[in-house]
């Protein structure tokens, strides 16, 4: 059985940065891993991903440059780096895991069979 859980989400100021974690169990490392978000009122977000175990990462134009995604194989667990937060960046965040995806179908959150419960980011502005 495949679960996924995220942690490290919270409250903090414009421009500081927070490290959210996705533990999983039952996932291989070299599935396709993703973060997505969802702001109150709005649709959900891609946000990162590392296509299977290929090494390369992949980001939402809003975030390059200021979040870094990453993956700890030996543990399946991955980062997500987030510097020079914004109000904007104020969501709930998911961790996202699929162990079939081809590259073109990264982005789209609909793809990924499971899902983690969220972690609540909030930037005041």
């Known amino acids: 059985q495949v679960q996924l859980r995220e942690s490290g989400g919270g409250l903090v100021q414009a421009g500081e940065s927070l490290r959210l974690s996705c533990t999983t169990t039952?996932?291989?490392?070299?599935?396709?891993m993703a973060w997505f978000r969802q702001a109150p009122g709005k649709g959900r977000e891609f946000v990162a991903a590392?296509?299977?175990?290929?090494?390369?990462?992949y980001y939402a134009d809003s975030v390059k440059g200021r979040f870094t995604m990453s993956r700890d194989n030996a543990k399946t667990t991955v980062y997500l780096q987030m510097n020079s937060l914004k109000p904007e960046d104020t969501a709930t965040y998911y961790c996202?895991?699929?162990?079939?995806?081809?590259?073109?179908?990264?982005?789209?959150?609909?793809?990924?069979?499971?899902w983690g419960q969220g972690t609540q980011v909030t930037v005041p502005s």
């Open positions: 039952g996932a291989s490392s070299s599935w396709t």
């Open positions: 996202a895991a699929d162990a079939r995806l081809i590259l073109s179908s990264i982005r789209v959150g609909d793809n990924y069979d499971y």
């Open positions: 590392i296509f299977r175990n290929y090494g390369r990462t």
